[in-house]
């Protein structure tokens, strides 16, 4: 499948303002709300994109950490599917490195991590080491790449468009699961699709759904089968800055537009991070820049990814589209 122009610029628009309503981006993109509409539901049909939401990951409200897996060659293949059906394993992606997998791991606080979730990846058969870097900073979200294919205007009309938290963290509502489970599978759901779904009062979906969006407890974005846009690459990066290197590395990775998130992590590196390439000459390209701009940087590891299994509870075809369930953790204990 081939993403036209209007395709390109509908889904940037999205991951500015991934809950815009049609009507509201519409006349940003010189379109008719229902042209927007009908055009979203065949790329989400197709698997090309989706629009989905998480909980938000932040050290302070829950603990995310990576976790490398080596495994016996002959069991990879149903490690990787016990771990995909887990909804405290987040996102799975097989490496170029030693470590074969790497699992994003979110849970809700770290006693869970250490004394039941680590011990059970360890179980798993097949599994012969783990490596375990935890979260302690979230710099760079998930939802920072960008298409950049509307202009400057364009884009800061519909900035204007997006709910931004701006509450300070607050008891989450008693049905905050309820509520990202239908988000997880929709992040474009109204309040009235919620409380169809959820049993929940019209205004009392809309009241709680806002609450927790302001709150910062939920991060929504719009995914793209990076294949179909250009960059069907993703690399890993591990490295060591030092604290006065910290601004600077950060500034450098911000304005990349196809990074997808930057982390300070625990561990011999303290940042990590992972940016969507177009070829794997573009590897060493943007290695070489990043140490001439912040020469104090010493990259500890970096990792290409080989396939994604798994990302943000959604499942991932080999064609970097998604299909099949979404296997997501919600913000209660709804483990298998």
């Not at 179909?228 to 006065?244: E, M």
Request: hydrophobic fraction near 45%; charged fraction near 20%; aromatic fraction near 6%.
């Amino acid at each position: 499948m081939m993403l036209s122009a209007e395709d390109l610029e509908l889904l940037h628009a999205l991951q500015i303002a991934p809950r815009a309503p049609w009507s509201s981006i519409a006349p940003v993109l010189g379109r008719h709300p229902a042209t927007l509409a009908s055009r979203w539901s065949r790329l989400t049909e197709t698997g090309s994109a989706w629009v989905t939401a998480a909980l938000s990951g932040r050290p302070e409200q829950t603990c995310l950490a990576f976790i490398d897996v080596e495994c016996s060659p002959s069991t990879t293949a149903t490690a990787i599917e016990t771990f995909c059906q887990d909804t405290r394993v987040s996102s799975v992606i097989e490496t170029s490195d030693s470590w074969e997998l790497q699992l994003t791991v979110l849970t809700l606080e770290w006693l869970e991590l250490v004394r039941s979730v680590l011990p059970w990846i360890q179980s798993v058969p097949g599994v012969l080491r783990t490596r375990l870097r935890v979260t302690t900073a979230m710099h760079i979200r998930g939802g920072h790449l960008r298409l950049d294919v509307l202009d400057r205007v364009q884009a800061a009309e519909l900035a204007q468009l997006k709910m931004t938290a701006d509450r300070p963290a607050a008891i989450a509502p008693s049905d905050l699961p309820a509520i990202l489970g239908v988000l997880a599978h929709d992040g474009r759901a109204t309040a009235r699709e919620i409380a169809a779904a959820t049993g929940m009062h019209p205004t009392t979906a809309g009241r709680h759904l806002t609450a927790v969006v302001r709150m910062g407890l939920v991060d929504f974005r719009c995914e793209v089968a990076q294949a179909l846009v250009g960059y069907p690459i993703s690399c890993q990066w591990y490295v060591r800055a030092t604290p006065a290197a910290i601004p600077q590395t950060l500034a450098f990775l911000n304005a990349q537009r196809t990074l997808r998130f930057c982390a300070e992590v625990s561990g011999d590196a303290n940042l990590t991070f992972m940016l969507y390439l177009q070829r794997p000459a573009d590897i060493a390209e943007f290695e070489a820049r990043l140490l001439r701009t912040v020469p104090e940087l010493r990259v500890v590891d970096s990792a290409l990814v080989v396939r994604t299994h798994k990302m943000v509870g959604w499942r991932i075809r080999e064609d970097s589209s998604t299909g099949g369930p979404v296997v997501a953790r919600t913000g209660g204990d709804n483990t298998p």
